[in-house]
């Protein structure tokens, strides 16, 4: 009789033995930064998340860099907005300005800037609208502003989340032809049109007042075009392939994870974070194993990144392991 039991025996044959194991060294944490002063507002649907303007983020940042998480993914939430977005450039802007607070005050930490305009734009979509749907040539020319302000302001690396066709090809040149050919592209290569973002446009204040983003996110029913998707940010030069959400596209990793020689990301999004806060509220689940468990499928799915709302709590659970 086979006995793989065996091998289950104790907790210590259990680790000898073990595939996948999740760290710290894994983990990106999303932080929203207002427009403002004397801002620290939680955010209700995603608990213990907040919006912080400059002046009051300095504890978050605090406990980020004591945790030892390397990275931080930032949002911006500006005080005014137009039809272009075009605060995503002005090189004062909200991003801008905190870009230049963390690396100045915060040198350890690595800055990835989200790379998009439905947090910027009056109409809440993620380009210039033409005929009620998001132009994407006319786009692009403004994403290049957007990212070469970034730069400018010492961003460590940029995420481009709109799934405007030609976007990264966009981003490699604009950088490079300003002279920032070391800073590197996490692209959101494979990102669904999902029902799970809704708490995050509570967070960022990005949902759109017209129409949906189905045009350009992707079909949840599509896995082959994933492939396609990140075949082209592949080929124009993304150094990091990512795919959002993540619990329910594991199936979407690993055929990253099988196809391209490049680390994969994905993005633990706010709705899984929103349900199992819910769900362990109610005492229905234990909170901090399904947290574990479900970042732990992420990881075995093939994700060398994580973007994690957890990320702080993921931290603490394995610093005292």
Sequence with gaps: MNRTRRLRKTENIRRL??????????????????????????IVSMPGIKRF?????????????????????????????????????????????A????????????????????????????GIIHDNDVDNDAT????????ISHAKAGVDMVAPSGMMDGMIATIREALDNTGFTNIPIMSYAVKYSSAFYGPFRDAADSAPTFGDRRTYQMDPSNRDEGLREATF??????????????LSYL????????????????????????????????????????????????????ADIIITYFAKEVAKVLSKK
């Design 233 to 246: 940010d592949d080929q124009e030069g993304a150094d990091i392939l990512m795919v959002k959400p993540a």
């Design 17 to 42: 033995v073990r595939e996948n194991k999740l760290t710290i060294d894994d983990l990106i944490y999303p932080l929203f930064i207002e427009e403002g002063e004397n801002i620290e507002t939680e």
């Design 99 to 126: 870009v230049r607070f963390i690396k100045k005050n915060y040198p350890s930490l690595y800055v990835i800037t989200d790379v998009c305009f439905c947090e910027y734009t009056s109409h809440g979509h993620c």
């Design 53 to 97: 303007s400059l002046d009051t983020i300095s504890k978050e940042l605090d406990e980020v860099v004591a945790l030892d998480i390397p990275a931080v993914l930032l949002f911006g939430i500006p005080s005014k907005k137009d039809d272009t977005g075009s605060e995503t450039w002005n090189e004062d802007g909200i991003m801008q300005q």
């Design 140 to 147: 692009l020319p403004n994403i290049a502003k957007q990212v």
């Design 251 to 302: 199936d979407i990793i690993r055929d990253l994870k099988n196809n391209f020689d490049r680390p994969i990301a994905c993005y633990n999004v706010s709705g899984e974070y929103a349900m199992i806060k819910a769900a362990a509220a109610n005492g229905w689940i234990d909170g901090e194993r399904v947290m574990m468990e479900s970042l732990l499928s992420m990881k075995r799915a093939g």
